[in-house]
């Protein structure tokens, strides 16, 4: 692990230990998926209470009536312990019961259905059954009265309910019978317990021990802010790689990624690019990294000692690096993924979402991305258009820059140049500026803060895009050419004491979260938001009403990036007559549009569903009016899907065009 590259995660330790007891311990996260998360609870609380059983066991090896001082079946600290044991061993059986119904019966195609995932199973099994069986072979052969071997006074007892009822059946058996099932179960499950600590590395349980630590470990930066590239010309200079090409230039904490991953497969469950048939699966994403570190460790190991980065142990010596040849060191992109799974990502951050250890894949990806663009130069044909245009434009269509403000002709809206003591600025964004579609969400944005008189002005043609697109396209250095000019225009304005109101997600969330890297520090609000905030100060009044129903769609950078849910839906609410329907993909779980991570500029996978189209189906099958969002790569990516159902009758509008409907 310690080959891996430097990244601080020993800061704000109480928001890291409250995070373990949410989310280690309390296993909030598994709860998502409720009949799963409560037998892998019952399975992890009964390990808890189990491990002094072992200790005891142990114990009991060197002498029988060991019970380690307080634990006595006289005391009634010990009958307290004997009853809560026997209830979790029963509930540990419970549990990998209903785990191995979902592999052997159900057989989800979530789980990696493998022999090994079995035999920890078994294991688990077994180690409770002999459990029982050692309590109830002692208890039946302790009941032995007479040379005759009868035995006599075994009955039910509240402490050892497991273990009685079992002796209560093993009670007919001689007493030699007895003393041999008894040794069976000690050492069936002493034995089991270290055989299982010795497999935990070299399977996928090896979660047992990193998983706790790797939610310790999380990142505690928001959700939505990719690291930058530092000093990238610098690199340049000195030729050092820009993004990821090798396994050893991923953080620590990255490959503790890959050996915390439980392959429950949670995260490909909820990835857009999975469920339309794309070759992306973020479980195997994290799977074929970790094993090629698992062939590879001796040559790591070895050269990081080699170059004094890494204190050996005299375990792993050079000759075993040149013996594994330089395998270590390929590049990852082709020799271990395959490019077209890096480029199906949109980045939606489902499956960062679901996974229940806490380890994140749009990083990695993204940072795979930055080698292909900026090393290797390679990357989907139509994004070549996409950069180009915001080299010379500053937008991704390539529309001339001074046309930025021509949808707010006609409404009396000043620009910044004009009216640089405006408390609010409108950040309108690339697609709201210059689709006439998206131009139309603007324009009923701008007219309701008039209508509820909010001193607001516009960049107009000195606003540029966010470099959003390019960031999550693997352009690193086109990003940051956007955000140091963007950052110096508003400073300049002194946008750090002002507010920023955004139609657009991306905007809203770098904005927010990506450009304090570069100096810009600002308070920004997405539109429904601050119309929501309207609305409840009384400022705008929707009196008109609007019979339909209407489903609302969750965009990504909105909800999982920023987790702002409730504001449109208040926003709607609030218009009389108006239904808010959710579909059965909501909130948290929302499936993208399919826009995001730069896939609003390229064609998706040849041979695959279009994930607009899914979700689209989604959306429909609840049968509304219309279908209702937030976000212009939404709004166009959402309307393309209802044309190509033939599904025109239903129209995609934004939040703000139906509050200005209701006015």
């Known amino acids: 692990m310690m080959v891996g590259a430097p990244a601080n995660r020993f800061d704000r330790h109480a928001d890291r230990l409250r995070a373990v007891w949410d989310y280690g311990l309390k296993q909030l996260r598994m709860r998502r998926y409720p009949l799963a998360g409560a037998a892998h609870m019952l399975i992890f609380l009964g390990f808890g209470v189990l491990l002094l059983r072992s200790l005891i066991l142990w114990g009991r090896g060197f002498d029988e009536s060991f019970n380690f001082w307080f634990f006595g079946p006289d005391q009634a600290l010990g009958k307290l312990y004997s009853l809560l044991k026997d209830i979790f061993a029963v509930l540990v059986i419970v549990g990998a019961l209903t785990f191995v119904y979902f592999r052997v019966v159900k057989r989800l195609p979530r789980l990696t259905l493998s022999t090994e995932g079995l035999i920890i199973l078994g294991i688990i099994l077994t180690m409770m059954v002999a459990d029982i069986l050692y309590d109830g072979a002692s208890i039946a052969r302790h009941a032995v009265t007479g040379a005759d071997g009868v035995v006599n006074g075994v009955h039910l007892v509240w402490y050892e309910p497991a273990g009685s009822i079992l002796a209560m059946i093993l009670q007919a058996l001689p007493a030699g019978m007895l003393t041999v099932l008894m040794h069976a179960g000690f050492w069936t499950h002493s034995a089991l317990v270290l055989i299982f600590l010795n497999l935990l590395p070299y399977s996928k349980h090896f979660h047992i021990i990193t998983g706790i630590p790797n939610v310790y470990f999380q990142s505690l930066d928001p959700p939505g802010r990719l690291a930058p590239i530092t000093d990238i010309e610098g690199k340049l200079e000195r030729e050092e790689t820009l993004g990821i090409r090798r396994i050893d230039q991923f953080s620590w904490k990255s490959i503790l990624d890959f050996y915390t991953c439980t392959e429950c497969g949670r995260c490909s469950d909820h990835c857009p690019a999975t469920k339309t048939g794309k070759k992306l699966s973020p479980k195997h ?17 070895a050269e990081k000692e080699s170059a004094g980065l890494v204190t050996g142990n005299g375990t792993v010596s050079a000759t075993g690096a040149q013996g594994n040849g330089a395998a270590h060191r390929k590049d990852l992109v082709d020799g271990v993924i395959d490019p077209e799974v890096l480029w199906a990502c949109t980045s939606c951050r489902a499956c960062e979402q679901e996974c ?10 993204v940072d795979m991305r930055r080698y292909l663009v900026q090393e290797r130069g390679e990357f989907p044909t139509e994004l070549q258009g996409a950069f180009r245009s915001m080299e010379s434009s500053a937008n991704p269509w390539g529309f001339p820059a001074a046309d930025r ?17 405006a408390p609010v600025i409108f950040w309108v964004g690339c697609a709201p500026s210059f689709d006439e579609r998206a131009k139309k969400v603007a324009q009923a944005t701008a007219k309701l803060m008039q209508r509820a008189g909010v001193d607001f002005a516009i960049l107009g043609s000195e606003e540029q895009c966010t470099g959003d697109p390019a960031r999550r396209a693997g352009n690193e250095f086109l990003f940051q050419t956007f955000a140091q000019a963007n950052v110096a225009t508003l400073n300049g304005y002194g946008a750090e004491k002002k507010k920023i109101v955004t139609t657009c997600p991306h905007c809203f969330n770098t904005l927010l979260n990506e450009y304090p890297d570069f100096g810009g520090r600002y308070e920004v609000i997405h539109h429904t938001t ?8 009384g400022r705008l009044k929707p009196t008109k009403p609007i019979e339909k129903r209407v489903v609302y769609h969750d965009s990504c950078y909105l909800g999982r990036y920023n987790e702002v849910y409730d504001a449109p839906r208040e926003a709607l609410r609030s218009i009389p007559g108006l239904t808010v329907l959710e579909p059965l993909a909501t909130r948290d779980r929302g499936m993208c549009c399919g826009a995001g991570g730069a896939q609003m500029f390229k064609e998706e996978e040849p041979g695959t569903e279009r994930v607009n189209a899914a979700r689209t189906q989604q959306l429909l099958d609840t049968n509304p009016d219309a ?3 937030a976000c212009p790569f939404c709004q166009r990516m959402l309307t393309d899907g209802l044309a190509g159902q033939h599904r025109e009758n239903v129209p ?12």
Do not use: C
């Open 285 to 301: 994403f994290t799977l074929d990294l970790r094993d090629f570190l698992y062939q590879n460790e001796r040559g790591l190991v």
């Open 652 to 663: 995609q509008v934004d939040v703000a065009e139906l509050l200005l409907e209701a006015m």
């Open 405 to 421: 403000a021509k949808w707010a002709e006609g409404l009396d809206i000043k620009t910044l140049a004009e009216h640089s003591d």
């Open 627 to 629: 279908v209702a969002s």
């Open 356 to 365: 229940p250890v806490f380890i994140t894949y749009v990083d990695k990806i």
């Open 530 to 537: 601050f119309l929501s905030g309207l609305i409840a100060d």
